[in-house]
């Protein structure tokens, strides 16, 4: 497989940007629900809320390449090919799980600086894109958290979507974006 895509499969680097990107997603949704174990103001709570904030970054900069990516590499096409309705759904939960991927870390980003708590990223500190704002901070704060439940939405339709084309429509939809071993075993 190369790293471009290809004529009925996604390459190497679509591949790699799109399940590393989820496993992040993920790992981020885990660890934001996992600071509620911890007391308010205890050290493993902020702990854990610097990992959410740190797989967040990870996201925004792997979402910037993967759209970058996207933007040169077309995706191969759907084989047999969707209806127009189809096609036209598949493309606007796409562009709202970019634009959702690209604005969470974002707002995550701007409600730290605004509520007063300059984030660093791997060590390094953060430019301050704004000052401090506690009322500003909290509607962010607000929108951040409404945009990260939109996006457990998406995940969700995005999965059931893959299953819902491959046992139910049985197009490619879904062996076009796993690794070409397991895409071998469940193909038909």
């Known amino acids: ?14 591949l790699w940007l799109h399940w590393t990107i989820a496993l992040l997603v993920i790992a981020a949704l885990v660890f934001i629900e996992l600071h509620g174990l911890y007391p308010k103001g205890s050290e493993a709570r902020e702990a854990v809320k610097q990992i959410h904030f740190q797989l967040g970054m990870l996201v925004l900069l792997l979402m910037l390449a993967r759209l970058a990516w996207r933007l ?3 995706p191969p096409p759907i084989t047999p090919a969707p209806r127009p309705w189809e096609a036209f759904l598949a493309r606007l939960v796409h562009v709202f799980f970019y634009a959702a991927l690209l604005a969470l870390p974002l707002l995550g980003l701007a409600s730290l ?7 660093s990223f791997l060590g390094l500190p ?3 894109l704004m000052a401090e704002d506690k009322a500003l901070g909290k509607s962010l704060k607000g929108a951040h ?3 990260g439940n939109i996006v457990i939405w998406l995940i969700v339709l995005h999965v059931v979507a893959g299953f819902w084309h491959h046992l139910v429509r049985r197009d490619d939809t879904l062996l076009r974006m796993l690794p070409a071993w397991l895409a071998r075993r469940l193909g038909r």
């Open 1 to 14: 497989m190369g790293l471009r895509n290809e004529a009925r499969r996604y390459g190497s680097a679509a």
């Open 72 to 74: 040169g590499n077309p």
């Open 113 to 119: 600086q605004a509520s007063g708590k300059p984030p």
């Open 126 to 128: 953060l430019p301050a």
């Open 145 to 147: 958290e409404l945009i």
